[in-house]
């Protein structure tokens, strides 16, 4: 369906095996892997520590995806949250 | 009365009044007077600006009132919120890169113009525009609920009319600035918003807990208050019962998020892909935020807080539990902050959704069916007066009908606008659904949806009809058969009534492409979805055409 050569305009579906990382977070949604008490973290249940910890997951997937998909560099240099100063970034261009 | 927390509480409320007007002159193009300047900010805005906004949009003020108070009254069940905003994220990254590209690529404003253009249908775009403003209105109201509560744990607790008139005032500021500032006025304040709001559940968490003996002594609590309860499915763990129905709602809710009016607003505005790709890792530090806040909703258990009743009903209410909360654990001073952060937390996403329905009812039915060659200068201000007409409707709404009108409706509307996922989010990858399989789905899903949660009482507040969203799978009736006779496993309804949705469109879609009907013209091509800021011979923003 894509061309074998990365064009400067993509067109049609663009498949990447590191897509698939999106999926591990739904871990979460099957509520018998941690509908228990034990073990507590800091007096918490599991049931809610675990879900929170889910959060990092769901975190490193998307990280993940974006860095590892990234196909052509767009102005800023990607990769490095602007900082706040730059806040206004999209009025100069 | 409360005048230290009022005085506070006054004070920021001022400092966001007059963010909201000054917003119309920042970044300000030549003119406002174009739907992609007043209703999407100039589509150029960048990480932090998107984060504040989307964060601001999806986080609202009855968010922070309602989860912890399901928390507070059924326990576990309440923390789905979480597992749904936890896969919100990772599940919409890849289709909302292609909504912003191909409506960045054709100038479209709402998700009703992309189903337009793919579709080549009025018809099928009008239903997806008026599902949206239907679902949309509702939250609106709820945003009023959220204020409320805080206003009258400050003690403007009258009854009738008076008892609603400093929510009445709140809501005239908010309906003028957003007149006259857009989108501008909600992503400035968003700033002020958040920052509070994670401020005070920051305090919140680390604060109340050494206070009250720790996160054991509150789940022991807690525990204490469900094993006395007569309900059944209450307790700080899942049941056999409820399981299905917590992962079936997240996943519901978080398919659902998305398609919302108000979300597409705050991805449409964004500046280009990357910006977007960034916030999908970076906006689940709100759902850490929303995890601990519901926590807060035990934390009340073991300070043995008790809901305030609402004079205008006469019923205690559990939404007042968090603001009752903070001011009894609190110094006035703080809870006036804290007051503050939930009030204006009401006024972002308050804002950004009259926008977004005007946007419908501007782009959608107006210029679609009304005045066909209306001018971009016209589309605006129709879509300002529209963003008036939709703000004193929710607050009518809340003057004159029972507030638990707009929680029923709220409940309505996630089911609603999940019966429009095949003709938006499908149609992002593919046309094959037949535009006719589309409608007979979506009216299928909504019918049934209807049906389903007008059948479920609340044996709690005594309710015979809408009582929820958990449907027993034993009330599961196709046409005499019952699949599921029985069982007292629940599932979230709009799920059910999404998987007939889809099964009467693939099976639609089938019939209709034997009869050889037309599926229209698409007007968006495979390209569009690429699009990303920077390319050449991108389309201008706020183009003539």
Redesign the interface.
Known sequence: MTSDKPER??????FNPW?LL?????I?????LY???EP?L????F??WF??A??I???L???I??RMTRSHP??PP?GE??G?D??????V? | MEWVELIVFSLLFLLVTVMGFVAARW?AAASLDHLDEWGLG?R??????TWFLIGGDLYTAYTFVAVPALLFGAG?TG?FA??YT??A???V??PILRMWSVSRARGYVTPADFVRGRYDSPLLALVVAVTGIVATMPYIALQLVGLEAVLRSMGFNGAGFLGHLPLLIAFVILALYTYQSGLRAPALIAFVKDILIYLVILVAVIYL?AKLG??????GAAQEKFAASEAPADG???NANN?LQ??TL??GSALALFLYPHSITGVLAS????VL??N???L?AY??LL??LA?LGFVAIAAGTKPIVNNATGRPDNNTIVPELFNGQFPSWFAGIAFAAIGIGALVPAAIMSIAAANLWTRNVYKEFLHKDATHAQEAKQAKVASLVVKFGAVAFILFIDPQYAIDLQLIGGVIILQTLPAVAIAL?TRWLHRWALLAGWLVGMTWGMVLLYGIPNPASGRAHFGGSALALDKLNLFGWQPFEGSTVQIYVGFVALLANLLVAVVGTLIVRRLNVSNGQDGT???D??V????EDLRPIAAAH
């Open positions: 305009r993509v067109s049609g579906l663009v897509n999106l999926i591990a977070p739904f979460v949604l099957f509520t018998p509908n228990r008490t507590r800091l007096g918490l249940p049931f809610y879900q929170l889910v959060i997951v769901g975190v997937s998307t990280v995806v974006y767009v102005a990607p949250e602007p706040v730059e806040l206004d970034e999209g009025s261009r | 970044r100039g150029k805005f960048g990480s932090w600006i576990a923390f979480l597992p936890i896969i994220y990772p599940l990254f890849l807990p720790g996160w054991d002594a509150i789940f700080i763990l899942l399981q917590y992962a997240a996943l500046r280009g892909r990357d790709k960034r999908m890792s970076a689940p759902s850490l995890g601990l926590l990858y091509t495979d390209a979805y690429h990303d800021e920077g390319d």
